[in-house]
């Protein structure tokens, strides 16, 4: 049972490459979620779906799309990097009834800086 | 709006009590949460409380939450150089269930 798995977990990009951060569980776990952590800042929703085929946005969503094609699989799409979004991406599950009640399974992160 | 807040650090001897405090200011939320976050690693979903308990306790970890002031607080017991990491406190709003909101979170420093 590897949990919550995140692939790259370093990343370097230019300013205007895309690029895919991998996000999977095994857990069969229907709420995922995807949060950037910055000094000071704690951690901010990006986006998150409630099951395949539902996504919605948190409260940074520009920038960064999202689908969830599989319960699996979640993965973040980085359209045009920025130095902005230079940050520790985490993705996180859960299968709490009625929502996230139990808390959240958290991968390993990435670090993704943007020159 | 939703904001939960935090002290940035503390700093305790081993084997003293710690207790790292939060207030959050949305009281509809339903489910308070410690995590806690060593180096380089992701967060760790320590202890959570439902809105309608005082207190809850497991081992060396005791969380209160005084719901009246949207107060809670972590009490880690005999503090062991092993508790020294990031803690953070969240609070899950009762918005279709699935939002969650954390704080800045509080760097635990304990000295030998």
């Known amino acids: 049972n590897a949990g919550v798995t995140q692939t790259p977990k370093f990343q370097v990009l230019k300013t205007g490459q895309s690029m895919t951060l991998q996000c999977a569980q095994d857990m069969n776990h229907e709420y995922m979620s995807w949060y950037r952590q910055d000094p000071g800042m704690g951690l901010r929703l990006i986006h998150y779906?409630?099951?395949?085929?539902?996504?919605d946005q948190g409260e940074v969503p520009n920038g960064y799309n999202v689908s969830r094609s599989t319960t699996e699989d979640f993965p973040l799409r980085l359209l045009s990097a920025a130095p902005s979004q230079t940050s520790v991406y985490f993705c996180?599950?859960?299968?709490?009834?009625?929502?996230?009640?139990?808390?959240?399974?958290f991968g390993s992160g990435t670090r993704l800086t943007v020159v | 709006g939703e904001d939960v807040e935090q002290s940035l650090f503390l700093s305790v001897r081993e084997g003293d009590s710690s207790v790292i405090n939060c207030t959050y200011t949305d009281s509809s939320s339903t489910y308070l949460y410690w995590y806690k976050q060593e180096p380089g690693a992701g967060l760790q979903l320590l202890t959570y409380i439902f809105s309608n308990m005082d207190m809850k306790q497991d081992q060396r970890l005791t969380v209160l939450l005084n719901k009246k002031d949207k107060h809670l607080s972590l009490r880690i017991a005999d503090t062991q150089t092993g508790d020294s990491a990031i803690y953070f406190c969240a609070e899950s709003m009762n918005t279709g269930g699935f939002k969650t909101i954390f704080g800045a979170g509080t760097r635990l420093f304990v000295k030998a």
């Open positions: 996180a599950s859960s299968s709490g009834t009625g929502g996230v009640g139990y808390g959240y399974t």
């Open positions: 779906s409630v099951g395949a085929g539902i996504t």
